[in-house]
Nanobody, 126 residues
Framework: QVQLVESGGGLVQAGGSLRLSCAAS????????VGWFRQAPGKERDFLAT????????YYADSVKGRFTISTSNGGNTVYLHMNSLKPEDTAVYYC???????????????????WGQGTQVTVSS
């Protein structure tokens, strides 16, 4: 059973930066892809970015393209979300997720991912 733990959230002023980490443990296999999502109070969970584990190709939601970067650690089971130029509307709980099932498609739907972390709160003050 794979466990995912997010960290790196916190309070930051608008225009600032944060780096979120998603550490995986408990699995003996690699994911097909890893995604980052966020959920603000009273709203649905939204896709932000995804990275294919083998090959490293990435895809971003328009709302974060150019500001957020998804990356993996060298040789490790950690995925990062580098967030720059943060805005108050970026305030949310941020989740990482693993997709195990093989696909060559870019997956942005919540139901496309198999394992989820508990989330880390990001608050951006104006």
């Amino acid at each position: 059973q794979v466990q995912l733990v997010e960290s790196g959230g916190g309070l930051v002023q608008a225009g600032g930066s944060l780096r979120l980490s998603c550490a995986a443990s408990g699995g003996t296999f690699s994911p097909n892809a890893v995604g980052w999502f966020r959920q603000a109070p009273g709203k649905e969970r939204d896709f932000l970015a995804t990275i294919r584990w083998f090959g490293g190709s990435t895809y971003y939601a328009d709302s974060v393209k150019g500001r957020f970067t998804i990356s993996t650690s060298n040789g490790g089971n950690t995925v990062y979300l580098h967030m720059n130029s943060l805005k108050p509307e970026d305030t949310a709980v941020y989740y990482c997720a693993w997709r195990i099932r093989f696909t060559t498609n870019i997956m942005t739907a919540v139901e496309a991912y198999d394992y989820w972390g508990q989330g880390t709160q990001v608050t951006v003050s104006s």
